[in-house]
C-alpha cells in the first residue's frame, strides 16, 4: 500500500482546474459536489476542532467553517495550499503543507478528522494511523476511499488512462494523470480502520457516475444528470457508485 510521490505534482499543477470542477455542471462536478455533501451529514454542524487531511482548494473547510467548524487542514501540495489560504485568510496559518502520513499536529488535536481524495494516493495504513494519533477520543473520522467495483473507475484506470498515456508519449508531450493502482474493497478498508483504532459506524457509496470517459467530458451536462437520477439508488450502488464513504469513531475508552 505505497503512496503516489507524483500525486501533489500532478494536482498541484491543475489547482485553478480542479477547484472550477466542483462549480461544474458535468459528471466530475456531481462527483466532487455528492461526496462532499455526504461528509458534511457526517460530520455534523460544529462547534469543535476539524481537520481536513488532504484539502485541495478548501472547498470542504469552507463549508465546514460555514458550519460552525474551526478548521484546520493540509494538503501535499503547495499551490493546493495557497488557493485553500486565499478561501480561508482567518484560518491561513491552519492550513499547512504536508503529507497525510506525517500530520504537523500534536496528539488528539481534533474533535473530527475528514480526508476525501487523498487515501488513494497515500500508504492507506500509516495515514490512518495519523488520523487516529490527532483525533480525540470519541472523536469522528469521515473519509472515503473509491469503489474497486466501479464499471467508471475500471474503464478509466484500466483503459481510458492507458490509451491517453500511449497517445502522450507517441506525441512526445504531457504525463500521465496521477492516479493509484491499489484496490482495496470495502471489508478490507473498514478492516484498515479497525487496525488503526477507528471503529466504523457507516458505509455509504457516494458519487454515482455511468457515462464513461471520454463520453463524459464531450457531454458533461447529460453525465451529470444521469449521475444525479442514480444517486442514492440501492441497486445501482455496486457498480455506478465511485466512491464509498466510510464514517468511524474513536474509541472514548483508554486502551481500546
Known amino acids: ?14 489547482t485553478v482546474l480542479y477547484d472550477s470542477r466542483y462549480d461544474a455542471l458535468s459528471g466530475d462536478g456531481h462527483a466532487l459536489r455528492a461526496r462532499m455533501a455526504v461528509v458534511l451529514r457526517q460530520l455534523g454542524r460544529g462547534p469543535g476542532e476539524v481537520l481536513d487531511a488532504g484539502m485541495g482548494p478548501g472547498r470542504l473547510c469552507g463549508e465546514l467553517a460555514a458550519s460552525g467548524w474551526t478548521v484546520s487542514g493540509i494538503d501535499a501540495s503547495e499551490e493546493m495550499v495557497r488557493e485553500a489560504r486565499k478561501r480561508l485568510p482567518d484560518r491561513a496559518m491552519n492550513l499547512r503543507c504536508s503529507e497525510i502520513e506525517s500530520l504537523p499536529f500534536d496528539s488528539e488535536s481534533f474533535d473530527a478528522v475528514a480526508a476525501t481524495g487523498v487515501l488513494e494516493y497515500a500508504d492507506v495504513s500509516r495515514a490512518l494511523a495519523e ?6 477520543p470519541g472523536g469522528r473520522a469521515v473519509v472515503s476511499y473509491p469503489n474497486p467495483e466501479a464499471w467508471y473507475g475500471i474503464w478509466k ?12 508519449a507517441l506525441l512526445r508531450r504531457g504525463r500521465r494523470p496521477a492516479g493509484s493502482g491499489l484496490r482495496i474493497r470495502p471489508a478490507q478498508f473498514a478492516g484498515l480502520l479497525t487496525d488503526s ?9 457516494a458519487s454515482f457516475l455511468a457515462i464513461p ?3 463524459d467530458e464531450l457531454f458533461p451536462v447529460s453525465s451529470e444528470r444521469v449521475a444525479r437520477s442514480l444517486e442514492g439508488r440501492r441497486a445501482a450502488e455496486r457498480r455506478f457508485a465511485t466512491q464509498i464513504v466510510f464514517s468511524a469513531r474513536k474509541s472514548d475508552r483508554p486502551g481500546s
Open 1 to 14: 500500500m505505497t503512496a503516489r510521490p507524483d500525486a501533489a505534482a500532478y494536482f498541484g499543477g491543475r
Open 213 to 215: 470517459s471520454p463520453l
Open 197 to 205: 483504532g477507528l471503529e466504523p459506524t457507516s458505509v455509504i457509496p
Open 157 to 168: 484506470t484500466r483503459v481510458f488512462y492507458p490509451a491517453v498515456h500511449v497517445a502522450k
Open 131 to 136: 488520523l487516529a494519533r490527532v483525533l480525540r
